[in-house]
């Protein structure tokens, strides 16, 4: 017995096997994101009212800069499969689909980079 229509069995049309992956990927970003974001915050709030210099030792700190880091890839990689997720749903011209797929790519890996080059600076004195 099988769930699939005559149609598409005749066609052989069915999964790609690649949503559960994406489904995936975008669930464990979002646990990781919980916890490094509370740290983050609360650890933004402490900071408050400290000079730039007292923010760059306390960033420092190999486990601050890593965390920090991790935060950034964690954040723009879940934002890249959210919007991937929301152009594949709502754009439906596959030329205006692809280009904003490779624009959404390429800003988030842009600004993921910059981010954590600007985190890595301050933490080794820049």
Partial sequence: MSLRTPLGRVRG?????HGLDHWWYQRMTALAL????????????AQIG???????????????????????????????????VVIEDYVHTRWINMTLLIATTFICVLLGTASIFAVLKLAFGG
Wanted: hydrophobic residues 50%; glycine residues 12%.
């Fill in 50 to 84: 400290n000079d730039h210099d007292a923010f760059k030792a306390w960033l420092g700190t190999p486990g601050r800069s890593v965390g920090t880091s991790l935060f950034l890839f964690a954040a723009f990689y879940h934002m890249k499969l959210g919007v991937q």
């Fill in 13 to 17: 049309l069915g999964s790609a096997k």
């Fill in 34 to 45: 919980i916890p490094l974001g509370i740290w983050l915050l609360s650890s933004f709030v």
